[in-house]
């Protein structure tokens, strides 16, 4: 996983004032590391109106739609700490976990990902994590 998740791709103690600009933020990560085309933040959104990507456990994994496979140039992963929360309808979401899939990779990606958050006091490892490291520790222990 460490190919497409690095400190990089980190953002701690944000701030969002609502769950749109939340997506946007792990979106950009993704645009800016070069994972994807700017058009996949609509995309991101898009899904996020058709359903909810709150996964609970204060876990968010927003994600393009099915026709967002053109704008993802290589899977990646995206991380955004959000420790006072943002409000996704259905609950609060404190890490979101942004993620562009190719060929299904983003598969594996999902695993790992519900492996670690499915341990509620993981995913408070991530919220209260000081340093990008700490978190990337906590995936490094799934392999």
Avoid: W
Avoid at 41 to 68: C, Q, W
Avoid at 126 to 138: C, M, Q
């Amino acid at each position: 996983m460490s190919s497409i998740l690095n400190p990089n791709n980190i953002l701690l103690n944000q701030k969002v004032n609502n769950k749109e600009e939340a997506i946007r933020l792990a979106g950009q990560i993704l645009v800016d590391q070069g994972y994807v085309d700017a058009e996949y933040i609509e995309k991101m959104l898009e899904r996020e109106n058709i359903t909810s990507t709150y996964m609970g456990n204060f876990v968010a994994i927003p994600h393009g739609t099915e026709d967002a496979k053109q704008s993802v140039k290589a899977s990646g992963i995206s991380i955004v700490q959000v420790p006072e929360g943002v409000d996704f309808g259905k609950g609060l979401v404190k890490v979101l976990f942004g993620i562009a899939g190719k060929d299904n990779e983003h598969l594996e990606i999902l695993s790992n990902i519900a492996i670690v958050c499915s341990d509620e006091a993981n995913v408070l490892k991530i919220v209260n994590a000081r340093t990008k490291e700490e978190i990337l520790a906590l995936f490094e222990e799934v392999k």
